[in-house]
């Protein structure tokens, strides 16, 4: 009886190994590397404090970093959550036929199969101000043309819209999963009431995925705030610092300038933002609560 009643914690024993050692107790360490003044060609290592954290707010690229990544996250959260959680009703409404809806899901999902360096490679190419697609399309109508990646002011935005484009379509698809997983009968007993495909929407089909929508919030937040290889495939955050971002920082911070403690606390700013902005959302959404 006494095996028996382990027997569970001992299934569960590996995967808690794992969480702790590539999970918790990195962030741990990191947290305390932050306060330390470290080189990846030095073994010593100086306590600093605070130092590193003073160096970190003052920097003059901060708060473009901060614009980007809010940027990047407010125009997700609008594009890839609600316009992907719009496609995913329309997709499931029965306004498409069955052979159709087959073949959109498809074609919305086939951009995040790609990889994102290679998406960063192509979408150069689209936005090269010679030879690109955007404004050889832009000529033929007579419009005038941009240095798309090269203007320090459309630069980050023309990598949001490469984002949304790549992203939209996983968002739907986690959508469509959660719709197709609400009770017909409800449905069904709705549109025997008078409710339209609107009000259908609005009171059964989004508050029965709700679980679902915070989990691809979640994501897109945590994703925005963890953006790298769009940028550095791209402008490798210029021209100048116009489109730095965190992620960006920490890699250049760690592995350009050997400034391991700074990229320790730009890790450690990251991880305090995403987890209190996705406990903010649980909270105000009272996920798990009936």
């Known amino acids: 009886m006494r095996t028996k009643k382990h027997t569970p914690y001992l299934y569960m024993l590996p995967g808690v190994l794992m969480v702790l050692c590539f999970v918790y107790i990195p962030v741990l360490m990191n947290i305390v590397y932050s306060f330390f003044r470290l080189s990846s060609f030095s073994a010593g290592s100086t306590f600093v404090g605070l130092d590193n954290y003073r160096r970190f707010f003052t920097d003059p690229v901060f708060p473009i970093m901060l614009k980007n990544n809010v940027a990047y996250c407010i125009i997700s959260l ?81 990598i949001i819209a490469m984002s949304q484009w790549q992203f939209t379509g996983y968002i739907t698809l986690l959508m469509v999963v959660a719709f197709q997983n609400v009770p017909r009968d409800y449905v069904e007993a709705a549109a025997i009431d008078g409710a339209g495909p609107v009000k259908r929407a609005l009171y059964i089909m989004l508050p029965q995925a709700k679980e679902q929508l915070l989990v691809c919030v979640i994501i897109t937040i945590i994703g ?58 649980i909270r105000v959404t009272h996920s798990g609560k009936e």
């Open 224 to 281: 925005a705030f963890k953006l790298y290889t769009e940028v550095y495939s791209t402008t490798s955050g210029g021209p100048g610092n116009s489109s730095q971002v965190l992620g960006l920082y920490l890699y250049q911070q760690a592995f350009l300038h050997s400034d391991l403690g700074m990229a320790a606390v730009t890790g450690v700013f990251i991880f305090v933002i995403t987890v209190t902005l996705s406990i903010i959302q």
């Open 78 to 158: 609008i594009v890839q959550v609600g316009f992907g959680t719009v496609l995913a009703l329309i997709l499931e409404s029965g306004a498409i036929g069955k052979r159709m809806r087959n073949f959109f899901r498809n074609f919305y999902y086939l951009p995040a199969l790609i990889s994102l360096t290679a998406v960063g490679l192509m979408f150069t190419f689209i936005y090269n101000p010679n030879i690109g697609f955007l404004n050889s399309l832009l000529k033929t109508l007579g419009l005038p043309t941009y240095g798309w990646l090269g203007d320090s002011k459309m630069a980050i935005y023309c």
